[in-house]
């Protein structure tokens, strides 16, 4: 699998989110609050927390591990995580 893949709607700007997706998960930042459980849950270390002090985010930093299993998703306490 590639790199994560950006996707993005006809909205207006202030309400763009671009969303993180691995093929079998989606992550929206605008749910996220980066509080790192996805990463702490997912065992073929797919995500990662980045970022400094207020500036941290969630990123998909290995796409190509991803297997879907969804323990990432449902850690997240906010649903910021979606399967496909």
Same mark, same amino acid.
Request: glycine letters at 8%; charged letters at 25%.
């Given at each position: 699998?590639?790199?994560?893949q950006?996707?993005t709607?006809r909205?207006?700007?202030?309400?763009?989110?671009p969303r993180?997706?691995?093929?079998?998960?989606e992550?929206?930042?605008?749910?996220c609050?980066? #509080? =790192?459980e %996805? $990463?702490e849950? !997912?065992r073929?270390?797919?995500?990662?927390?980045v970022?400094?002090?207020f500036?941290?985010?969630v990123r998909?930093?290995h796409p190509?591990?991803?297997?879907? #299993? =969804?323990? %990432? $998703?449902?850690a !997240?306490?906010n649903?910021?995580i979606?399967?496909?």
């Amino acid at each position: 699998m590639s790199a994560p893949q950006v996707e993005t709607s006809r909205r207006s700007r202030a309400d763009h989110q671009p969303r993180w997706s691995t093929g079998y998960i989606e992550v929206d930042p605008k749910f996220c609050e980066a #509080c =790192g459980e %996805c $990463a702490e849950v !997912c065992r073929s270390d797919v995500l990662g927390v980045v970022g400094f002090l207020f500036h941290k985010h969630v990123r998909v930093r290995h796409p190509e591990k991803c297997r879907g #299993c =969804g323990r %990432c $998703a449902a850690a !997240c306490p906010n649903g910021a995580i979606v399967l496909r």
